[in-house]
Structures are given as C-alpha cells and as structure tokens.
T-cell receptor, first 114, second 113 residues
C-alpha cells in the first residue's frame, strides 16, 4: 500500500516549456487535490476533483490545467511555465469520514522554472 | 490575507521545554485539522477536531478547538528533537465546501538537543 505517490520528484523547466505532474493513489479515495507550497504562504489549493471525470478550480488555478480520467490518477499540467510557478507541488487524496475530509499527501514535486 | 493565522511563525526551544502554538481566524470552522510536515516530505495528519471546546491528546501533544470554533491550539509537553517540523493547521469553513481545506502558513518548530 503506497498511499499517494507523485512523479517526478524534481524538475527544472525553462520559461515557456510545458510539463505534466502525475499523482496516483491506491486508497480508492474519491477526492483528489493539487496544492502548491511557497515560503510563508502555506498550502494553496490549485484544482481539485470530487470523482473520476470531474475537476474544479481552487484558490490559485491560473496557468494550470488538470485531468482525472481514472479514479486513482490526477494529473496537473503547466502549458507554458513561468518563473512564478517555481514552487513545491503536493497532491493529496481524501475520503469522507464524519463529514470531514482528512487528507493524505504525497511527497511533493519540487519545480524550478528559469 | 491569510484566513487562518498561525503564531508564532518560528519557534526554537530546548529539549524538555513545553510550548504552545496557535491557529486563529475570524471565521467559524466546521472542523479543524493539524498536520506536521518534515523537510522534503508531504504533510501528515495528526488530529481532527470537530466540536467546539474539544480536547484531544496524542501522547505528549494536546490539541484544543475553541468554544466558538474559530481558533485552535497545539500544546507539546517536554518537547523532543523528533518533534521538529512545520506544524500546519487547516480548517473547513462552516459555510463552504467540506471538500476544501484552508491552510495556515505554519509554525516552524525546532527542538534543540
């Protein structure tokens, strides 16, 4: 049982390049999330999904797209990377328990855009 | 403006000391969670509190949810170097979607041996 996994762990992009971050979970969770973490800013929600085939915008969605074609996978895409997207990206998944979504996080992807 | 304000932002103490970190908001939360994050890893859930005034204990860690469900505290007794990490509080807004959590900016705790 691996929980939540993310690939890649590190990536360096040049401005304007594109890439896709992959998140996979093996807990059969309905909900999945993408966050970015910047110094002094905590975790900010980019996009989330409440089930296979669904996606929704979070707090900071601009410049990112997502897809949830399979229940266990949640992809985050950057079509044209910008230096402002340099950050650590975390994926999480959750299931309802007592109406509360307790989230399980992956190890993160450190992205640098030059 | 952070919806959830955590204080202090940084805390460095000696092994064996006690400490309290705070999580405050002007909003009412239906539930509040505390996570700990170690360098190079994702946050790990420590506890969830859902009832105003609720107190939960996890070994040397004591979590309290304010009576009005607008604030929370984490108290660590006899801190150990293994407690070092970034402590994050996260809440679900009562009027919002329980699917989303709002995170505070965190308290970076360092426990020196």
């Amino acid at each position: 049982n691996a929980g939540v996994t993310q690939t890649p762990k590190f990536r360096v992009l040049k401005t304007g390049q594109s890439m896709t971050l992959l998140c996979a979970q093996d807990m059969n969770h309905e909900y999945m999330y993408w966050y970015r973490q910047d110094p002094g800013m905590g975790l900010r929600l980019i996009h989330y999904s409440v089930g296979e085939g669904t996606t929704a915008k979070g707090e900071v969605p601009d410049g990112y797209n997502v897809s949830r074609l399979k229940k266990q996978n949640f992809l985050l895409g950057l079509e044209s990377a910008a230096p402002s997207q340099t950050s650590v990206y975390f994926c999480a998944s959750s299931q309802i328990g007592r109406g509360v979504h307790e989230q399980y996080f992956g190890p993160g992807t450190r992205l640098t855009v030059t | 403006t952070q919806l959830l304000e955590q204080s202090p932002q940084f805390l460095s103490i000696q092994e064996g000391e006690n400490l309290t970190v705070y999580c405050n908001s002007s909003s009412v939360f239906s539930s509040l969670q505390w996570y700990r994050q170690e360098p190079g890893e994702g946050p790990v859930l420590l506890v969830t509190v859902v009832t105003g005034g609720e107190v939960k204990k996890l070994k040397r860690l004591t979590f309290q949810f304010g009576d009005a469900r607008k604030d929370s505290s984490l108290h660590i007794t006899a801190a150990q170097p293994g407690d070092t990490g970034l402590y994050l509080c996260a809440g679900s807004i009562s009027s919002g979607s329980a699917r989303q959590l709002t995170f505070g900016s965190g308290t970076q705790l360092t426990v020196l041996p």
